[in-house]
């Protein structure tokens, strides 16, 4: 039993938010029946390469524990079908644009009244209103359009993104989360409602201390590499045979980097006895380490600086994180099979529970591949013609 468990979830999404979001949710037990369009199906299925089987590896990172079925919306039948699923199901998560799900009549305003205890998620670009909100919204062109591009990268190069959509992944959190509290709040009142998530809110709550750097002491923050605009060593140094990242987010971390590197005077020159001091004296600071640092192995450094408690990593390559100890120790990497592939392997669910795991509990799926499963035992239809 997990703790969604009883819980059906039509998923209209594709692409990476949505479907993240319906994955956590599929992870906790929730039934998610993904509605794809007849031999296209979700965008992502044909990103690639890479492809392992046919199968994009794209897909593959965030469709698990869901069921497919292929309903083509523009013809009468599919529509029928997928309108008799909402009325059998918890939650309508979609993310189309503004207005496309209303033209099918599949908005949440043609269900509060017939289906009251349904939990209606839309998730867009730029929200529902105002002037963008007819615009095509991908996380690299809203976080382009929400100042993340203007802080991510090297002082004087050009704007760079994230390696991972990580304000997609973002907005997939916003979205379960705003789902989870719907839920509680249908347990106490019996009552739906709409929940509304773009990726241009995400982004703007996300800026975190950017934005606030802003909006109360009106700086504009600016790219800063590896290091941090606030505390000072907080960034990558470059060590004799590869880059090791440290962090000293206070004065005690600092005094422990000291020790490590040989150097406790630093910790008593008045220019960066305090973080405010290490900021205002960065260069000159950022120097001395750098000098010490090249003289050693990334292996060395990070040996003696763990064991001095001060914050450190090696730069990991991805092949590197998943041979690492401690990433082989939590056992996160888990490995399911799958029709075509075999084995297939994936990162398991971040978060445990003592009483209702999260689990992995079957493939992505193949396009299609419930489509007569569920219209036949759910919908009572046989005629696969209809489809």
């Keep these: 039993m997990g703790a969604l468990s009883g819980i059906r979830v039509v998923d209209f999404t594709r692409v990476v938010a949505g479907p993240y979001c319906t994955m956590l949710l599929s992870d906790l037990g929730a039934e998610v029946i993904k509605v794809e ?36 919306l523009r013809a009468e039948e599919g529509l029928e079908l997928a309108q008799q699923l909402v009325m059998k199901s918890d939650i309508v998560i979609e993310n189309f644009r503004p207005g496309i799900m209303e033209r099918f009549g599949l908005g949440y305003e043609d269900w509060c009244q017939s289906h009251p205890r349904l939990i ?57 989360s705003g789902i989870l509290a719907a839920l509680y709040h249908r347990e106490r009142t019996g009552q739906g409602q709409r929940i509304d998530v773009s990726l241009l809110s995400t982004q703007l709550a996300t800026l975190l201390n950017a934005a606030s750097s802003y909006l109360v002491a009106g700086e504009i923050p600016s790219p800063q590499g590896s290091a941090h605009g606030s505390i000072v060593p907080y960034q990558v140094f470059q060590a004799s045979d590869g880059y090791i990242m440290i962090g000293c987010a206070n004065d005690k971390l600092f005094q422990g980097l000291c020790l490590a590197l040989a150097h406790p005077e630093w910790a008593t020159d008045l220019r960066f006895r305090t ?28 040996h003696r600086l763990a064991t001095a ?42 978060v445990t529970y003592s009483l209702t795991p999260a689990q992995v509990m079957t493939p992505p799926p193949r396009l299609g591949e419930h489509t007569e499963e569920i219209t036949r035992t759910l919908l009572g239809v046989d005629n696969q013609e209809r489809l």
């Design 275 to 302: 973080n405010a001091d290490r900021v205002h004296y960065r260069e000159p600071l950022v120097a001395l380490i750098q000098a010490v640092v090249q003289t050693d192995t990334v292996a060395v450094w990070e």
């Design 309 to 350: 408690n001060v914050a450190v990593a090696p730069i990991n390559r991805i092949d590197q994180v998943f041979r690492d100890p401690q990433v082989v120790h939590t056992e996160q990497v888990v490995t399911i099979a799958h029709p075509t592939i075999g084995e297939l392997k994936m990162v398991g669910p971040a």
């Design 37 to 72: 369009q007849p031999e296209q199906g979700d965008d992502c299925r044909s990103w690639g390469p890479p492809f392992v089987e046919g199968e994009s590896t794209y897909f593959l990172a965030m469709n698990r524990n869901k069921k497919s079925v292929c309903l083509d």
């Design 120 to 176: 209606y998620c839309a998730i867009s670009g730029y929200g529902h209103t105002g002037p963008y909100k007819d615009r095509a919204g991908y996380d690299v062109i809203v976080s382009a359009m929400g100042g993340l591009m203007s802080i991510t990268g090297t002082p004087g190069e050009p704007p760079v993104k994230t390696g991972v959509p990580l304000l997609d992944v973002a907005t997939g959190l916003y979205a379960f």
